[in-house]
């Protein structure tokens, strides 16, 4: 973490991730600025610095500066917060698009090549770490059904595996190795009819069977077409569980790999917050409290915690009734408190224009619960 002199710190300023005092407690968020007063209280109070794994600048991080050239003068302009959830929406769907299509040539030709699904995924890659906050906003819509649902389970499974793999500090070698286990993990299904994992009915004694198989499907599939080790085991263990109780090899603790640590934790967050063809979706507020209880210990309490601390236990994207009767979405984490996240207050705005962004807490304005969809306009 960098240490900044105050008295070189501008009134107004913003730093693209949180600051503390002392490193133990926050002073600002990306949304908030160095307002004269509070500059003024840390002097009287002589504090000389402060700590950040950010950078100041001049305009909140949320406004993305774009240079553009008009008639031979360049122009220096910022995207809103609305302009960035709309860049991530269209990120996301041309994502989307080209995971459909790879399944899809999969599924014809039986051919998929690591290299050139590992210099898509680096977009990916990209894209999460500068923009998670957008991203996981964009993915509270309802996962498309039918023949869409393994493509959308795919990418939203390895955007959260992402967002943990950055947490815990992977190198970038290693995350992109993680995103194309991810984005690849249910590879097998895709080799057994879709009748099968796509339907809303209760399933045959064989077709469950036959869905059990899908992880040594997968593992020998990417195995065959030259895949690095890490990313096919990850495949054939996703389905692992700490306590023993997963498939196909019954595997415990630390006989799994991280990649497959990782995934499952995703996978299974993505799978209770999104709609299925045989469920609908809870919030991801019970979907995280699902996750934290980790019934029978079947998750990595390493991974779990990274999880709830890089989205909150109110999730980024979810819509929220605060405690003094406004309504808000939760857009940002609290590096300190996973339970007091920042939220956008709905109809509020500051002196400047831009969205309200609070940050909950024990003894101010917090989160009484999730707003339910009638609830939503």
């Known amino acids: 973490m960098k240490s900044y002199s105050i008295k070189d710190i501008k009134v107004g300023s913003f730093f693209s991730a949180p ?16 307002s004269r007063e509070l500059l003024k209280t840390l002097t009287d109070w002589d504090f000389k610095e402060v700590h950040s794994d950010g ?58 090549h690591f290299y050139q699904v590992a210099e898509r995924v680096k977009e990916l890659c990209d894209m999460t770490r500068e923009n998670h906050r957008y991203l996981l906003r964009v993915m509270r819509i309802d996962s498309p059904e039918g023949k869409n649902y393994m ?20 190198p970038n ?8 286990a991810s984005l690849l ?17 209760e399933l045959t004694p064989a077709e469950r069977k036959a869905i059990l198989t899908h992880p040594i499907l997968g593992f020998n599939v990417l195995k065959s077409l030259d895949f690095p080790l890490v990313v096919s085991l990850a495949a054939l263990e996703h389905h692992e569980r700490e306590n023993g109780a997963g498939y196909p090899q019954k595997l415990t603790g630390d006989k799994i790999s991280l990649y497959a640590k990782i995934i499952t934790v995703a996978c299974s967050y993505e799978a209770l917050t999104s709609n299925r063809p045989h469920k609908d979706a809870q919030d991801g507020y019970a979907g995280m409290l699902n996750l934290l209880k980790n019934e029978g210990k079947q998750y990595d309490d390493t991974i779990v915690k990274a999880l709830v601390f890089s ?21 940002d984490v609290n590096p300190e408190n996973p339970k007091f996240p920042m939220v956008q207050v709905f109809g509020e705005l500051t002196p400047d224009g831009k969205n309200r962004i609070l940050e909950t807490s024990a003894d101010g304005v917090h989160i009484s619960r999730p707003l339910q969809k009638e609830e939503i306009s």
Do not use: W
């Not at 070698?173 to 194309?180: F, G, T």
């Not at 989205?311 to 857009?331: A, D, E, F, M, R």
């Open 185 to 201: 993990h249910e590879v097998g299904m895709v080799m057994l009819p879709p009748q099968v994992y796509l339907t809303g009915r």
């Open 173 to 180: 070698h290693r995350l992109i190795e993680l995103a194309v």
């Open 311 to 331: 989205l909150s236990i109110y999730p980024i994207g979810l819509y929220v009734l605060l405690s003094n009767g406004k309504k808000g979405q939760v857009v």
């Open 151 to 170: 493509a959308s389970h795919a990418v939203k499974s390895t955007i959260i595996a992402l967002i943990i793999g950055s947490f815990i500090k992977l």
């Open 19 to 34: 600051v503390y005092l002392e490193d133990q407690f926050i002073l600002t968020a990306p949304e908030l600025n160095f």
């Open 55 to 112: 950078e100041p600048q001049e305009n909140y991080a949320g406004e993305e500066e774009i240079v553009q050239e008009i008639d031979g003068i360049v122009e220096k302009a910022f995207l809103s917060d609305g302009d960035q959830v709309r860049k991530c929406e269209h990120f996301y769907a041309d994502f989307l698009k080209y995971v459909e299509t790879l399944f899809s040539q999969f599924a014809a030709k039986k051919e998929i």
